[in-house]
């Protein structure tokens, strides 16, 4: 997902949002889940969530992401 000069990717078994520049390097990454237990940084299987969707919303002329999930 785009919004201005960002893209923004999450996957199911990381407890990340991505934000990657042009050139597909992270400048940022904003927890979703905590972390603190997780050895490799990713979710195990038996706990992930399935991301199902994420979408851009603009409401009042403020930019929102949303994420859509099952668990």
Request: glycine share 2%; aromatic share 16%.
């Amino acid at each position: 997902m785009k919004i201005d000069n960002i893209i923004y990717i999450v996957g199911d078994d990381s407890p990340f949002l991505y934000c990657l520049n042009f050139d597909f390097n992270i400048i940022n990454k904003i927890e979703l889940f905590k972390t603190a237990h997780f050895k490799t940084g990713r979710i195990p299987k038996k706990l992930k969530y399935d991301f199902e969707c994420i979408t851009k919303l603009e409401i009042k002329d403020k930019k929102y992401l949303l994420i859509v999930f099952n668990y």
